[in-house]
């Protein structure tokens, strides 16, 4: 079984960065399958950025040029660069499975607060 952890996640102003991690134990059976969600209050949970199977970047429109996802392999870590932050990126950040059915059980996340 995968366990996901994710960490980084704080306050920042508008046009601020952050780097978020999602370091993964257990049986992985791909780094590259791993990717980055998001939940904003009253909103449902969405994908925002994981690999293709050559290991770019894929992103959800919203965040396309902003941010940058990538990995250490040797450390099965995850990480997700946050540029140019909008208020509209505040959300709790979740990192699990991307190419297919994530894992039924998420891990409690990591807050992004995007405010003046």
């Known amino acids: 079984q995968v366990q996901f952890v994710e960490s980084g996640g704080g306050l920042v102003q508008p046009g601020g960065s952050l780097r978020l991690s999602c370091a993964a134990s257990?049986?992985?059976?791909?780094?590259?399958?791993t990717g980055w969600y998001r939940q904003a209050p009253g909103k449902q949970r969405e994908l925002v950025a994981s690999?293709?199977?050559?290991?770019?970047?894929n992103y959800a429109d919203s965040v396309k040029g902003r941010f940058i996802i990538s990995r250490d392999d040797a450390k099965n870590t995850v990480y997700l660069q946050m540029n140019s932050l909008k208020p509209e990126d505040t959300a709790v950040y979740y990192c699990?499975?991307?190419?297919?059915?994530?894992?039924?059980?998420w891990g409690q996340g990591t807050q992004v607060t995007v405010s003046s």
């Open positions: 699990n499975g991307a190419w297919g059915t994530p894992l039924g059980d």
């Open positions: 257990g049986s992985i059976f791909s780094i590259y399958a």
């Open positions: 690999f293709t199977r050559r290991g770019n970047g």
